[in-house]
């Protein structure tokens, strides 16, 4: 499953790279949108190169166990085909989180066509049920219709539905580096923070301040 495909099939531009993964959105389903890096680059960086890079970030997580890893990792082994579409099926719900948090920032409804594929994985889980919009905001409601669990992405998508209903939704921001593209929750004191990291997209920008300042001064 060449990760160049995926992401082709995905419609994103990115190129997969066995880079370490941050997890410092504050939340789990902002991290997991965010293992697309740079996403508002030209050429976003992928960092998920395929079904077996997920289950090793689904276990660091600890949404899988150890043992529960290895099994599905030695599944994905044995029915290929099976596991590339279960990651399809993975950074498509990724990318429909991602709009949906990034609908809500930009005061927008919901795209119906990403509510749709969200929902579609929340009545499989035990709580059937799924989300509705209201304006620019969520709430939830009971499901329709069931379905057997698929605990893992199902798993993801109830964290993403949950912060879209919680009081912390409030404090989502969107990094202001440039084509950075990374969302955080902002736990800062004052409400303040402008960067996904200070060591990152925060010292670049100091660094084009100070270059700014020294051009006009020279």
Known sequence: ???????????????????????????????FVNTLDWRDRAQPVERLAGWPELLDWLRRVRILGAREAKTLAREARAAPRR???HFRAALRLREASSRLFRAWLGHRAADPA????LNARLRRRPHNRELAASGADYVWRRAREGGAPARLLGVL???T???LTSPELRRLRLCEG??????FL????NRSRRWCAMASCGNRAKARRHY???????
């Open 83 to 85: 596991a590339a579409a």
């Open 114 to 117: 990403d509510l749709a594929l």
């Open 212 to 218: 700014a300042r020294r051009r006009e001064a020279g």
């Open 157 to 159: 998508a109830e964290a």
């Open 1 to 31: 499953m060449p990760p160049a495909e995926e992401s082709m099939a995905m419609a994103v531009r990115g190129k997969a790279k066995a880079i370490s993964l941050r997890d410092d959105g504050g939340h789990l389903a902002l991290d």
């Open 161 to 163: 539905a949950e912060l």
């Open 178 to 183: 440039a084509g950075c593209g990374w969302l």
């Open 186 to 189: 902002d736990v800062s004191p």
